[in-house]
């Protein structure tokens, strides 16, 4: 089993940042693909940004330039940096690990953290 916990959410005026982690514990393949999604009010899930075991990274458009994802294989954990915030960007951001093992997905969740972007 694998256990994803989101933390660093909050509230924060426009232009500001928050910064996002994603602790990983258990069982998981050192090969594994890390992503950002959010979900706003009334709104389907969306991707924001992903990071592959390699560090190859990629982001949504309506991101890039302000987001960063990285990762500290060290110590399990994956970061989204954001900067220059905006009300568009408040949602609920989950973090999602998924990997491919002999023909087997392996496809894990976190419970998500809030951003809220507001003055």
């Known amino acids: 089993q694998v256990q994803l916990v989101e933390s660093g959410g909050g509230s924060e005026q426009p232009g500001g940042s928050l910064r996002l982690t994603c602790a990983a514990s258990?069982?998981?393949?050192?090969?594994?693909?890390t992503r950002w999604y959010r979900q706003a009010p009334g709104k389907q899930r969306e991707l924001v940004a992903g990071?592959?075991?390699?560090?190859?990274?990629n982001y949504d458009d309506s991101v890039k330039g302000r987001f960063t994802i990285s990762r500290d294989n060290g110590k399990n954990k994956v970061y989204l940096q954001m900067n220059s915030l905006k009300p568009e960007d408040t949602a609920v951001y989950y973090c999602?690990?998924?990997?491919?093992?002999?023909?087997?997905?392996?496809?894990?969740w976190g419970q998500g953290t809030q951003v809220t972007v507001s003055s």
């Open positions: 258990g069982s998981f393949s050192r090969f594994s693909n």
């Open positions: 990071i592959g075991n390699g560090g190859i990274t």
């Open positions: 999602n690990m998924y990997w491919m093992s002999g023909g087997k997905p392996y496809d894990y």
